[in-house]
């Protein structure tokens, strides 16, 4: 795959950015430079193909893949790869990756964290790509989505639909690539304990590292923000993602003076907002996204949050936008 050459190479260039780094981190990790915007745009500026994130995303070449790559196809499951995926994105981009399941279907849902950005197509096309393909290499089947959900406007529909081999729908609520929820625990053929705890060790140190450069409180929220997909996260659960006791997260919410429910509260506002503002969701599946049961429950705790209901507020600003 010739893309470097072509394409990389003259943007480097132009904004001396080591060539080396930029390669291994688009290729296969979904992962560009910390405030990665302004990268993402000009690699799409350079690219007379408009499909160039699909490619970005495709590499068969287990010997280039970075270590949150090979940390995700060492793992037992695809069910299990992207639960790594979406943790060790913190390292990465300002994006949210969560399974949400319903019925028979499990839906990865791409979520772009910039309130004042657009979310970048091709970035999208990257981590949908680089997902499909661990689940292939990882299964050693030719896994097949059931279908492809795109928010942006319907192009190169023949493309996709032949690299993902499943419908592709355009002007989506959402952005969201959806497989049969019996592929999420076949087992990977690619399954390597002693690998996965050489390499897990050092991404988890690189996160805590991260972690630390925010306040504890941020953290908490964060962690909040990215479990929250069709669920509402307990405290024992957020406790494991920071690698924490119980006992020792309550204790230092305590000396933050804020209690867990209330950072929930702030995690679920700070959400929605984004939600209303950036994706054409429905009310009520927006509601479930946030961890609520009913969608009479997210109406009057977005009541309370704004003094208005999620949809007067979102015809307000989204006109004022």
């Known amino acids: 795959m010739r893309i470097e050459g072509s394409l990389l190479w003259p943007f480097c260039a132009r904004q001396a950015y080591p060539w080396d780094s930029l390669t291994r981190t688009t290729r296969k990790s979904c992962s560009l430079p910390k405030n990665s915007s302004p ?38 499951s695809l069910r299990d790869a992207i639960g790594r995926i979406g943790r060790y994105k913190q390292l990465t981009c300002p994006e949210k990756i969560s399974l949400v399941e319903r019925g028979n279907e499990s839906a990865v849902h791409f979520t772009w964290l ?28 030719p896994i097949h989505p059931k279908r492809v959900e795109f928010q942006r406007p319907e192009a190169h529909r023949t493309v ?13 609520a959402r952005n969201v690539l959806i497989f049969d929820k019996a592929d999420m625990d076949s087992a990977f053929l690619t399954y390597n304990a002693d690998l996965l705890g050489v390499v897990a060790p050092q991404l988890e140190a690189e996160l ?14 964060d962690t909040l923000k990215r479990l929250l997909a069709g669920e509402r996260p307990a405290i024992d659960h957020v406790a494991r993602e920071l690698r924490l006791s119980k006992r020792t997260l309550q204790r230092r919410l305590t000396e933050d003076g804020i209690t867990f429910q209330e ?18 969701l ?40």
């Open 39 to 76: 990268y993402i745009a000009e690699i799409a500026a350079v690219s007379s193909d408009p499909t160039i994130g699909l490619k970005l995303g495709t590499e068969d070449r287990m010997e280039r893949y970075d270590p949150i790559a090979i940390a995700t196809v060492s793992t037992r």
């Open 114 to 141: 910039l309130a004042d950005e657009e979310e970048p197509a091709m970035l999208i096309d990257v981590c949908f790509a680089w997902i499909l393909s661990i689940a292939r290499r990882g299964s050693g089947r």
């Open 160 to 172: 996709y639909e032949k690299h993902f081999q499943c419908p592709v729908k355009f002007k989506a």
């Open 208 to 221: 805590k590292q991260q972690l630390a450069e925010k306040s504890f409180r941020e953290q908490v929220k």
């Open 263 to 280: 950072l929930m509260e702030e995690a679920r506002r700070e959400l929605a907002r984004h939600y209303l503002l950036h994706s054409s």
């Open 282 to 321: 429905e009310l009520n599946e927006t509601a479930y996204l946030l961890g609520y049961e009913d969608a009479n429950s997210f109406f009057r705790a977005f009541h309370e949050w704004e003094g208005t209901s999620p949809g007067q507020w979102r015809t307000l600003h989204v006109a004022s936008a």
